[in-house]
């Protein structure tokens, strides 16, 4: 079992920033993935990003260019640096990592609000 526990988040004006972190515990020696998803009042839940084991990412085409993730394989942590946010962005944004067995672990979310 993996525990994720998330801290960031909050309102911020459009064009502003945020850093979102999540950090895993428990069975963390069996974590390939760690990224991040957002699901937003009526529509599906989306990727964000994700950062695998050997330092590739991947990020969803709405926040390329504007969304880092970066990760921390000997503390287990992720973090999300958002940066020139977007209304469209607000969203209650889920930490999720994947074991080498593909099961899926999701933190409780955060909230991100973006004002216009």
């Known amino acids: 079992q993996v525990q994720l526990v998330e801290s960031g988040g909050g309102l911020v004006q459009a064009g502003g920033s945020l850093r979102l972190s999540c950090a895993a515990s428990?069975?963390?020696?069996?974590?390939?993935?760690m990224g991040w998803y957002r699901q937003a009042p009526g529509k599906q839940r989306e990727l964000v990003a994700v950062i695998r084991r050997d330092g590739s990412t991947n990020y969803g085409a709405s926040v390329k260019g504007r969304f880092t993730i970066s990760g921390d394989n000997a503390k287990k942590t992720v973090t999300l640096q958002m940066n020139s946010l977007r209304p469209e962005d607000t969203a209650v944004y889920f930490c999720q990592v994947r074991d080498s067995w593909l099961v899926d672990y999701w933190g409780q979310g955060t909230q991100v609000t973006v004002s216009s």
């Open positions: 428990g069975d963390t020696f069996s974590i390939n993935d």
